[in-house]
């Protein structure tokens, strides 16, 4: 089969003829001494789209949050974060590691923190044992099934933060995947509305909005210096680091709108494979580009199936019971019709 969908990741998606040619045209300098052009446009263009004062480029989304939690909190403080937190769940304990805090994993509907979950989980700054330093949300959550905050709770959230004088950071690697999702019913929602008054956000450029590689966190101009430190700290002050931030200013002014496409065909495909005997797919929860599919028969069926689709050229990703396809620029509407086909074959077949 000469047919290959690649539905695993979005971190799959290469630079496309106009990012490349971005990379190689970049104006560069020594931005561990703020003197790459490239790096302080990328930086300065983030930090106005999200109306706060500064941002920072980093290596990765991972570096860019680890850092945020390592400035918010002191070592031993507790970290609030929803159980399958990419923070917590999937960067092997680094939390841990590189700040000394400690992450107090909470229960969640598909991803989403309740505010009431949160308010019976802060233990006051005077408490002396587990003192709360911080609260974390995935927007989108990516375990979640890439579910978005909805706005109103995002704001009860962040009045309950500052009511108890506690920063949120917002792990927004899909940011933009969400903010497409807000622009369906409120085209006219602030990037800013999705931060709190007192805390940060990191964003990822190498997920759907396709750069190679780079990340930023955006927040007051206090929080990036000493960001900046941690940077450093970590190994990640790059030099001339205009090349992936150009790729990734590229990705700011045509990739976004983009996601749209990525949204509708996440959409089509779970229709798809909603309606095939013997998987599960919980529609509600396919608000952006992900689609995951529970195979009833279990993980042995599952593994299977990903064996069968892989001899059709489609390739999504096996969590156990469960299956995740990505939608990205890589796969389009035709794409999902033969993902839906191959998937639904493999499922007669047994
Ligand atoms: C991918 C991802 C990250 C980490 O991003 P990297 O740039 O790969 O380090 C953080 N949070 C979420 C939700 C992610 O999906």
Redesign the pocket.
Known sequence: MDRSAEFRSD?FTLPDAGMRRAIYAAEVGNAAYGEDPSVTELELTVAEYFGREAALFFP????A?QSAIAVWCKPAEVVLIEQYG??FY?ETGSMAFISGTQAQPLPAENGILAPATLAAAIRHVENPHARTGLIVL?NT??YGGGTVYPLATLKHIFNLAGTHELPVHI?G??LFNALQHYRLSDPAVRPGALLPATGSV?L?F??GLGAP?G?ALVGDADFIAEAARVRTLLGGTLRQAGFMAAAALYALRHNVERLVEDHRNARALAAGLAGIDGLAVALDTVQTNMVYVEVEEGAGRAARLIEQLGESGVRAWNLGRRLRFVTSMLVDNTDCDYAVAAVAKAMSAA
Do not use: I, V, Y
């Open positions: 971190t990765s989304a991972t570096m949050g990419h923070n999937f995935e959550s990516n792990d690697a899909r990191s990822c190498s997920k590689m990340a």
